[in-house]
């Protein structure tokens, strides 16, 4: 069988692939491309989780793509509505005949006496090869096939039903049952509502508080520019409008860490009945955006306890018991099903290993350059969005970035593009300043960032704006050159 080749493969068919397959389609509509997805439909994240009352945590004029507007009257949308949107996108943009699905990428190697990459691929057990000029991984960064799942004292003991929210069965029946989440993040504060009106009881079981806040479903302002100013440019100014939002409330938090606390406690007691414990359950022991901020659509977290349906329980689990949960405290928990919303498994670059000339990239060693790019790894990007605001966001102005660096390229006559520090003593620290857990348990397996611009790992958007559409493509530290006369051929552009 010929191995087909193209110009560039793009790993995932989520948020983060759809958007570089519209960008390459739309800018560079002469190269060729692929986008391989490991499992059977497109999506990615909207399409996995099937948990009772999967959302956004973002507003999705920002978590929506800037050439597409969305046009729902609700900001924070349920994933159906961000799959139809996502699937719409691809439709729209001509991308689905290049999504090749059950596609799941194991290894790719680099020549660079070819300047190709062989990508080695699984197809439902079948063993395919592709090459290609570039490797554009776009496959989030956390495992698909498994969530994070730590075993618990007792665990087999329990007689009830034990899910986790990234294997969510279709058929368990939760009707009238009594159902603990263990869990404090996102996950938790979407599933507990979602599930209390129909459950007999929900308990949300956490052992560390987080900072919740509540957002309204449907963004007001944003609906009435659309309505006067139509649909395109009510949606960029209400994109700008939240933007700036989200910049300002992050930013605030950082720089006033104690008055943040306090705003945000007073926001909760206003939504919580009179009396309640607003400090043992929503009062996290480090700074708010140290880690990620909840939000609740029209706080109805806050509603489900206060009508008596959903309770909060900051404890510890001592162990599983035939009949539900015991605490450390000596608490018992009944329970029918027990959901462990405990997180999920980071994986450095949809776990595809790399290798340069014959040698492995050792993932832990490289340096990002620009967020997008790994040191001594030649014509390989990949997309990791912001922590601090949406993910897509910084989706948009990686994808513009590849476009005008494969444009640049061309009109230069290069094959070959790799980016490495001139220092090669600079300083390092984690990827990612982030004090989430699932974060903190891989940091040893992902990239490093340095201490200084191309280096950085930027968490703001108006940098990148700056960084990656508005400054040029060149840098001295990007090195541009072609097969066969790398060693020989290869510089700076300047």
Request: aromatic share 10%.
């Amino acid at each position: 069988m010929a191995v087909e080749h193209f110009d560039v493969l793009i790993v995932g068919a989520g948020i983060s692939g759809i958007g570089a397959g519209r960008y390459l389609k739309t800018e560079l509509p002469d190269k060729t491309f692929a986008i391989l997805e490991a499992r059977g439909a497109s999506g990615g994240t909207w399409d996995l989780f099937r948990y009772p009352g999967t959302r956004s945590d973002s507003d999705l004029h920002t978590f929506g793509y800037a050439f597409k507007p969305w046009l729902d009257e609700e900001a924070i949308a349920s994933a159906p509505r961000i799959l139809a949107y996502l699937r719409e996108t691809a439709t729209e943009n001509g991308l689905d005949p290049h999504i090749r699905y059950h596609h799941r990428v194991t290894s790719a190697a680099f020549d660079s006496a070819t300047a190709l990459w062989t990508v080695e691929v699984d197809r439902v057990g079948e063993p395919v090869t592709f090459t290609a000029r570039w490797l554009f991984c776009a496959g989030g960064y956390y495992r698909y096939d498994e969530g994070f799942a730590p075993r618990f004292a007792g665990q087999d003991r329990f007689r009830g039903t034990i899910v986790h929210p990234q294997h969510w069965p279709e058929d368990l029946d939760y009707q009238g049952k009594r159902v603990v989440v263990i869990g404090s993040g996102a996950t938790a504060v979407t599933i507990v509502p979602a599930m209390a009106g129909t459950a007999a009881h929900v308990t949300m079981l956490q052992r560390t508080p987080t900072y919740i806040l509540s957002m309204p479903t449907k963004d007001a302002l944003g609906n009435a520019l659309k309505k006067y100013l139509g649909p395109q440019r009510g949606y960029a100014w209400t994109r700008r409008k939240n933007i700036t939002m989200q910049r300002t409330i992050w930013r605030f938090c950082q720089r006033h860490p104690e008055r943040a606390r306090r705003v945000i406690r007073w926001l909760n007691a206003r939504a919580l009945p009179e009396g309640y414990p607003v400090d043992e359950h929503f009062r996290p022991p480090y700074n708010p955006w140290d880690q990620r901020l909840c939000l609740v659509p029209d706080g109805d977290l806050f509603a489900a306890i206060r009508a008596g349906t959903a309770e909060m329980v900051t404890d510890r689990i001592e162990t599983f018991t035939e009949d539900g949960i015991r605490l450390a405290s000596g608490r018992e928990l009944p329970a029918d099903v027990i959901v462990t919303a405990t997180g999920i498994n980071v994986q450095a670059l949809a776990g595809v290993t790399l290798t340069v000339d014959g040698v492995p990239v050792s993932i832990p060693d490289t340096v990002a350059y620009k967020g997008m790019m790994l040191s001594g790894v030649p014509n390989f990007a990949f997309i990791v969005g912001y922590t601090n605001s949406s993910w897509t966001l910084k989706v948009g102005l990686l994808c513009e970035h590849f476009c005008l660096l494969l444009a640049h390229m061309d009109k230069h006559g290069y094959e070959i593009c790799r980016p490495d520090p001139a220092d090669p003593a600079m300083p390092t620290r984690p990827f990612l300043d982030f004090g989430a857990g699932y974060i903190r348990r891989v940091i040893d397996q992902l990239p490093r960032q340095g201490d200084r611009l191309p280096w950085l790992t930027s968490m703001h958007y108006h940098t990148d704006v700056k960084l990656l559409r508005a400054d040029r493509v060149t840098d001295p530290e990007l090195h541009f050159g072609h097969a066969e006369r790398t060693a020989s051929a290869t510089h700076g552009a300047r």
